[in-house]
T-cell receptor
Framework: TQLLEQSPQFLSIQEGENLTVYCNSS?????LQWYRQEPGEGPVLLVT?????EVKKLKRLTFQFGDARKDSSLHITAAQPGDTGLYLC???????????FGGGTRVLVKP | DAMVIQNPRYQVTQFGKPVTLSCSQT?????MYWYQQKSSQAPKLLFH???????NEADTPDNFQSRRPNTSFCFLDIRSPGLGDAAMYLC?????????????FGPGTRLTVL
């Protein structure tokens, strides 16, 4: 059973379009991270959200943590080819030091 | 720059021939992790160290072992690689155990088993 469900699994859009990736769970997480991974490289941490309802912005990326801390979303405005990659959400429970990863969303931004 | 380094970036081994992957970090983090990632899938945790305290995941095969001789270095030993062990192996570090758990990943080692 995957505790974090990401959707969609794959997204192909044209440069300049907007996109949203969702990360959902029936479990409460103390914190949730978003990573981007490019082919042949390790995941790179984009953001950590810890407070229910929290919204964080990183240039054209907007991250939101659900009020109940069970879900999160990543919105990219005016996507660029450099945004292409595998986006992973990962949650940490209240105790312990392990992350639960979602299945990933592969994003392709075509020029 | 403080970072997580993995060597080699690409490793080719033969079926059944032991192989060791290495990870070093200059972040002085207490926690180090080893993940296995197969194509287009999420990373799967194999084990982690909190300082010298080793924590094995229940479904990690016995074929996979690890050593952490000091804070900076951690090794992944695959005693008898099978074709199914071909994957990207990721090392990650975290400053401490707990709910924040931001993890910082190395670039990975891609293992090919012939």
């Amino acid at each position: 059973t995957q505790l974090l469900e990401q959707s969609p699994q794959f997204l192909s859009i044209q440069e300049g379009e907007n996109l949203t990736v969702y990360c959902n769970s029936s479990s409460v997480f103390s914190s949730l991270q978003w990573y981007r991974q490019e082919p042949g490289e390790g995941p790179v941490l984009l953001v950590t959200v810890v407070t229910g309802g929290e919204v964080k912005k990183l240039k054209r990326l907007t991250f939101q943590f659900g009020d109940a801390r069970k879900d999160s979303s990543l919105h990219i405005t005016a996507a660029q080819p450099g945004d292409t990659g595998l986006y992973l959400c990962a949650g940490a429970r209240a105790a312990g030091n392990k992350l639960t990863f979602g299945g990933g969303t592969r994003v392709l931004v075509k020029p | 720059d403080a970072m997580v380094i993995q060597n080699p970036r690409y490793q080719v081994t033969q079926f059944g021939k032991p192989v060791t992957l290495s990870c070093s970090q200059t972040l002085n983090h207490n926690v180090m992790y080893w993940y296995q990632q197969k194509s287009s899938q999420a990373p799967k945790l194999l084990f982690h160290y909190y300082d010298k305290d080793f924590n094995n995941e229940a479904d990690t095969p016995d074929n996979f072992q690890s050593r952490r001789p000091n804070t900076s270095f951690c090794f992944l030993d695959i005693r008898s690689p099978g074709l199914g062990d071909a994957a990207m192996y990721l090392c990650a570090t975290s400053p401490q155990a707990g709910a924040w758990n931001e993890q910082f990943f190395g670039p990975g080692t891609r293992l090919t088993v012939l």
